[in-house]
């Protein structure tokens, strides 16, 4: 049975990236729903303070990435977590990036900027798995390499949460707390020619030689198609 997926969005893409997409909404469709096959997504653009009415509102919910930090301080982000912890009570929760970042503060965590950019082809080793849980991480591996772009990261995780993997520049990138929520720092939905385009025009701010090294990196070979089976098990289960 096809599920609705509620899309948390949590910023708005920049006009000088709409020859890529126009919402994070549009490159969740892409990842998850290749060929338009595949979950419905309601999108619910958060940053504007448009929120659902419940938790139960859909079958599962996803929260995006944002330019954002989530120790802004603003209501909208202070509205999601409070929706977040509802939601998870009933209905499975992802969170990505600013997401990932969300759900950890949400829950009790702390999150704070490191020294540097994390951008290009990162790979977190999967260093544990989910206790209590259905199998819904398969097929397994034993690093999940993906497109980066953060800053911020969470630095302690909640109470009761299961750190699942993460490197030496990001501890903590895909955790769990309790039996309901999943979060990944980095970005299973961005593709290499929005990551190329957004690393050019972010230079200034994140630094040109880490920039270069972030480029070339896109030649590496990365998990999209895992992560996505990963996210679709846990939401759909």
Not at 55 to 62: F, S
Not at 192 to 198: D, I, M, N
Not at 212 to 224: K, N, R, V
Request: aromatic letters at 8%.
């Amino acid at each position: 049975m096809a599920i609705t997926i509620g899309i948390l969005e949590a910023g708005a893409v920049g006009a000088e990236f709409s020859a890529h997409l126009t919402s994070f909404t549009d490159s969740f469709q892409r990842f998850l729903c290749p060929g338009g096959v595949g979950p419905t997504l309601r999108p619910y653009r958060c940053y504007r303070g448009e929120f659902p009415q419940a938790g139960g509102a859909c079958d599962a919910w996803l929260i995006t990435g944002s330019a954002a930090s989530v120790y802004d301080g603003d209501d909208w982000i202070a509205q999601l977590e409070a929706f977040t912890r509802a939601a998870a009570d009933a209905r499975p929760v992802v969170g990505v990036c600013f997401g990932h970042q969300l759900v950890a503060q949400a829950f009790g965590g702390t999150v704070a900027k490191a020294p540097a950019w994390g951008i290009g082809v990162h790979r977190h080793d999967i260093t544990a798995q989910p206790h209590g849980r259905p199998d819904w991480m398969q097929p397994p591996l034993a690093s999940l390499a993906l497109l980066a772009s953060h800053q911020d990261q969470v630095t302690t995780p909640p109470p009761g949460a299961e750190v699942l993997g993460g490197s030496s520049f990001c501890p903590i990138g895909v955790m769990t707390v309790g039996p309901n929520v999943l979060s990944i720092q980095n970005h299973p939905e961005m593709t290499r020619e929005f990551a190329g385009e957004l690393y050019h025009k972010r230079r200034d701010r994140m630094g040109s030689a880490s920039v270069d090294t972030a480029l070339d990196s896109l030649q590496e070979p990365t998990d999209e198609a895992i992560a996505a089976t990963w996210i679709l098990g846990f939401l759909g289960r």
